[in-house]
């Protein structure tokens, strides 16, 4: 792991020098492509990952010494289904893997519950667990991460994000893991620059401030105000909920009537500007999702497009991360899963396809897939 760290710091000092990495739409961080892309070792790791993540499971080849402690502490109090399916993925994943584990799991809000996550992330600290699952989307969750990567042996794997911290140098996580926010996001501005192609006037709902908040919604700003043709009329974050993306659709219709498209962030915030725009009838304006889970998929018809993560992805990739690690294997710093542009207009055997390999994991156990 030593030497892999090592190589990483290497190329990063050299572009760094060389100023060969453009600017991400998040200040600080690493784009993910390009990131790869000047890293043909940790684009051969990547690749490698993705290619096992879509493969049945190998099991572990090692004599397991002990048993794995594993602390999760995630913000999965959401109407999106996304942490909670992934956790099953991950925990199926290990199991077929022969990993032998205990979980200790927490699931909290977006943006209100940072101080019982960091009573919760110091607890994993003093347990000495071996494997730290958190995320990061604000300051505080950074600065906890810090002390974490700074002062125990614990290796942490921070998902939802897929971009590296620069500031974080050689002392970086064990992975980063998600689906990568702006090449989502590319999806959707693409759908809108042709849905709307003589122009439109557009507001963009923000989750709550931070990190996916810029990767979501600055990149899909930075990409559609650059056509003379639209025009960016309003922009509102939100608590990150269905209800505060309600009350701020209210605002944004009566302050602009004139709106064609609401560009929403997140799962919960797409729901509540719906949900506002029947209440107005105004179904006349678009709205995407972010992330296409079941309650996306259920809305489509309101929805007008969303982009759908193939949810198991990262859960299967976070389990097989921890296999090779266990084995002594090279893990890649950065894994991406697969998005697909999703619309209303696809058809129900489309749609019923994708749900059978976003979901190959989390459904199991069900009669349909929801």
Partial sequence: ?????????????????????????????????????????????????????????????????????????????????????????????????????????????????????????????????????????????????????????????????TTPVKAWGNKQPMMYVGFDHELGTLKLANYYKKRFSKGANYSILYFSQGFISQARGDSFNSIIRRIPSFKHVSSYYTDATEESGYKATLENVARHPDLNFIYACSTDVALGAVKALKELNREDIVVNGWGGGSAELNALGDLDVTVMRMNDDTGIAMAEAIKWDLEGDKVPLVYSGDLVLVTKENSQERLDALKRQAFRYSDRGKKNSE
């Fill in 1 to 161: 792991m030593l030497k892999i760290r090592s190589t990483i710091i290497h190329f990063l000092f050299i572009f760094l020098l060389s100023g060969s990495f453009s600017a991400s739409a998040v200040p600080g961080y690493w784009r993910y492509d390009e990131f790869l892309n000047h890293s043909p070792e940790q684009k051969q790791l990547t690749d490698a990952l993705s290619d096992v993540v879509r493969k049945p499971p190998v099991p572990l080849s090692i004599d397991q010494k002990k048993t794995i402690s594993i602390s999760m502490v995630l913000p999965g109090q959401q109407v999106s289904d996304y942490w909670i399916r992934n956790l099953k993925a991950f925990e199926i994943r290990l199991d077929e893997l022969g990993v032998k584990y205990v979980i200790n799991q927490v699931f909290t809000r977006p943006n209100v519950d940072e101080r019982q996550q960091g009573y919760y992330l110091m607890e994993a600290m003093k347990n000495h667990s071996d494997y730290l699952i958190f995320t990061l989307d604000s300051i505080r969750h950074r600065k906890f991460i810090e002390r974490v990567l700074h002062s125990t042996d614990t290796k942490v794997i921070l998902q939802n994000i």
